[in-house]
Each structure stands twice: as C-alpha cells, then as structure tokens.
C-alpha cells in the first residue's frame, strides 16, 4: 500500500521523498487544496487518473498542465504510474513512468521545455 500526496490545484506530487509527512500548503504553489490518497496496488483495480491545467488571464496557453495517475502501458500490457507536468512559467518538462508492481522506473525525464520540443518529434500528446 502507498499513499499519494497529491495538489489539486497544479498537480504536484508533494510526498516523493518522505511517504509519511504531512502537508498543509502546497511546497509549488502554496495552494491547500491538498489530496491525500491510499492506493491498494494488489487489491484494487480502481485506476485513477487526475488531468489538470493551470491558466493564466492573458495568457493563451496554460501556464502549466499536468497528468497524474495510472495509466495502461501498452508495450507491457501492465498498469503503470504517470506523472507528467509541463511547466511553460519556469520551463520545464518532468515525466514518470513507474512500474506498479515492480517499482521500477520505466521512464524518467526531467528538462527544461525548450529542450523537450526542441528535439523535434516530441510532442505533447496523450498516449
Ligand atoms: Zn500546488
């Protein structure tokens, strides 16, 4: 069993390091909108998903968006973990795949935005 400490408001996995602290405040965005969530890999098979875009007056694009949650990961027909934020204000790209059962990192990456697109073929698209 793991526990999710999750922001509501910009997405922020907010217990990475240590899955026992508790939050009042958002460490990102100050926000208190917080989520906390027990997740039963073994016996549940309720898969959960949380989508989210921040967004700014007068700015087209939202400043930032995020997917948290579990995902179906085709190549190994298996349930992962993702979480992807694109963070247009401080330019960066962050995303994780983790394996549910295993714990282990499928994919990580962690740049600056610029970079990301700047690769050519990466887009941002929902698999
Ligand atoms: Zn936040």
Sequence with gaps: MS???QCRDCGEI???EDVHADFSACTYCGSTNIDYRLSFTETL???DQVEGKVKVKGRKKPIREFISGDELFKVKKKWVFKHRIIDR???RYFEKVVDKET???IHECDEP???HFGHGSAK???E
């Design 3 to 5: 526990r999710i400490v």
């Design 14 to 16: 907010l217990n990475t």
């Design 45 to 47: 098979s309720l898969h």
């Design 89 to 91: 204000e401080n330019d």
């Design 103 to 105: 714990d282990e990192v």
């Design 113 to 115: 935005l610029s970079e």
């Design 124 to 126: 941002f698209k929902k």
